[in-house]
Every structure is written in C-alpha cells, then in structure tokens.
C-alpha cells in the first residue's frame, strides 16, 4: 500500500531517513500506520511482522523529524518465476509532511537499498481508484502496471477504502529500465504511445465517502476493472497517467517496450 501524496507542504531539509532495526522503532511505525489509514488493530501489520521482515532481507526506513518518526516504508523479500525482487507493502506519510516530495524521497532511498542488495525490481500494490496515488507511481516514479487483483485485502475497516472492494494494481517499478533512468534525469518517464485510455472521475472521493453515493464509485470501479483486465489480457500495460484541470485521472494504456517478463 501507499499512501497518497497530498496535504500542506513542509520543508524536508530537518528530516532524516534511515534504516530501522529495534523494536522501539517498528512501534513507531505501527503507531503512524494507524494514525495514516485508520485501520483496526486486527488489520495493522504488527511489531513481530517489522521484526521478521527486517531480518530476512527486507527493510523499514522511517524518516525522522529528531526523535519523532513521520514517513516510513516497510518492504519484504520475494521471488517470483526464479527472479528475486522487494515488495514494498507500506509506505505511510503523516499528513503535515505530505506533498512536500517526502514520498519520492523514500522510494529513491529505497531504490538504493534495493540495488546494493543486487535487487533490480521493486513491486508494490496501489487503489486503481486513488487519482493522485496513481499520478505518483506512474509518472514520478516511473512504474508500470499489467496485473489486476480483485479484492486483494477483503473489506478493510480504513475509512480511505468507502468499503469498496480492496481492488489493486500491482506497481512494477524496474529499478535500472530506460523508463526509470528517464524518470531519474528528466524528472518524467518518456512519452507513451497510447493504444488506450482507461478514466476515473475527480469526484470518485466524495463518491466513496459518502454512503448514499458510494453505489456510483462501485459502478466507476467495476467498469474499469474489466477494462483494465482486458487489456492486460490482450498483452498491454499501464505506462502513464494523465491528470486534466478539473482532477480526472487517466489511465494510459501501451505495450512495454523493454523485454522484462516475470
């Protein structure tokens, strides 16, 4: 999961990031994962969990305002078809601290981690329903897309979910891709040359916050994951997204052009 980037901006030069390793640490983390999505303490990834993940060949990075951690990413070793890889299954900002370029911070820190580990591929799990989440992994970091899980967590407690199914896309992020060094030099991915577009309206937040609305917001998502799933079907990706004036976000559909198979 990863929390969207909005909020009021605040300058990050007194912040540290670091790694984490005791156990005083990961209940900091577990406090601000609560504090971020609301969820209940049944579905919080608990202490024990940062303790393991650490010591297996993952990694906690928080990022520290002094002795107060405000930001931190929680990610685990995989392997997937004899390729190994991270999934990154938390990054948390609080909220004073977004919008400020935080995430993109942590995710270029632990792009480096990854990399010193000889790991070249760093996936993720993101609401194809969350606009700006989905700006931000597209075109600021410079993953891709092309799988659909349906209902991936069940029905979460979080306030942010409106009791949707937890419908995700599965961020592919490539760490030494063309795509990637674009993102990192120009500060965007190359353009797309787009075989379609896949919508999701401004208005799908009010949408799922409010409960006599929320049927519209399950209409928008279960239009678009047979839209999305077809695609992938067909052998294309998500390789960018659009944001217009009003707020709508755009989905842009391609096939990938670098020879990566899972």
Known sequence: MFTPEDGLPVALDSLTLRTCHTVGEF???????????????????PVRLFVVGEKVGGHVIGAYEGS???????????????RSYLHSHMLAVREQYRNA???????????????????????????????????????????????YVVNQYGITSSPLQGGLPTDRLVAEWWLRSRRVEAVLKTGQPPPAVADARVEVPAEIYQWKAAPEQRA???????????????????????????????????????????????
């Open 27 to 45: 209940r900091q983390a577990l406090a601000l994962q609560k504090e971020v999505w609301g969820f209940a303490d049944a579905e919080l990834v």
């Open 101 to 147: 370029g935080l995430g993109r911070r942590i995710k270029l820190f632990q792009r480096e981690l990854a990399l010193e580990q000889g790991v070249e591929l760093i996936e993720w799990t993101f609401d194809p329903l969350e606009i700006k989440n989905s700006f931000f992994n597209l075109e600021r970091l410079g993953a891709i897309a092309r799988r």
């Open 216 to 262: 519209r917001a399950a209409e928008v998502q279960g239009r678009n994951r047979d839209l999305l799933q077809a695609h992938f079907s067909g052998g294309r990706c998500v390789l960018g997204y659009e944001r217009d004036a009003k707020g709508n976000g755009t989905f842009v559909i391609g096939r990938w052009d670098e020879d990566l198979q899972l």
């Open 68 to 82: 107060e951690m405000v930001a931190f990413a929680y990610a685990i070793p995989g392997l997937r078809n004899g």
